[in-house]
């Protein structure tokens, strides 16, 4: 059985978990105690040598980095559905784990880090970065129902967790009502689980 080392609060714990359900996949969930280090400890470093969660391990394979689980879950286990062939649509995908990985990293998962847990950043930054990112979803999903194309995808998943718990860092979203009709939708995707800070 495959094993997910996360963190219950974690938005990027949070988008494998969503992929596993919804590709009815079983899973033991290893919880990781950051407080306690357990993250730097030498058996976990074996597999993630940057001691970061999540970590998937497939028999004889660890995978380290949410991204770069989607990609390998989809791609193994999802067929067509989660992991398209056609050339422009899997690079618009990629695309979007790019910015779950930049502009969702450094807007609203940085806000959330301060307001929740008192992380010291550049509070005026990432408010800028995530006021942009954010009107750019809100324009690509007036027009488009899904991130990446007519389907939901990996993309979707990549983008939703920090976006969904972005109010936990103080972020309004009232004013992108496509972003959460949006939610809305993948909230209404078969298999779909929530997490805490998310509403229900």
């Known amino acids: 059985m495959m094993k997910l080392h996360e963190v219950a609060l974690s938005g990027n714990c949070h988008k494998v978990r969503l992929l596993l359900s919804m590709l009815g996949l079983s899973y033991e969930s290893v919880a990781v105690d950051l407080a306690a280090g357990e993250h730097h400890t030498p058996a976990y470093l074996a597999l ?15 995978i380290r980095d949410s991204q770069a689980i989607l990609v390998y879950l ?17 690079a618009g995908i990629v695309g979007w784990l790019s910015t779950a990985a930049n502009e969702i990293a450094a807007g609203p998962n940085s806000l959330r880090l301060h307001h929740k847990w008192g992380r010291s950043i550049d509070v005026s930054r990432a408010e800028t970065i995530t006021r942009r990112t954010l009107n750019v979803i809100e324009r690509t999903l007036e027009n488009n129902r899904w991130i990446a194309g007519d389907d939901a995808s990996i993309a979707d ?12 860092g103080g972020v309004e979203l009232a004013p992108y009502p496509h972003i959460l009709r949006w939610f809305g939708d993948i909230r209404l995707l078969e298999g779909y689980v929530t997490m805490p800070g998310m509403r229900k």
Request: net charge negative.
């Open 48 to 62: 993630n040598p940057f001691g970061e969660v999540p970590t998937l391990v497939d028999g004889d394979v660890a």
């Open 157 to 168: 998943l990549a983008v939703y967790p920090y976006l969904a718990l972005s109010p936990e």
């Open 74 to 90: 989809a791609s193994c286990y999802g067929g067509e559905r989660w992991w398209p062939q056609d050339p422009v649509r899997l």
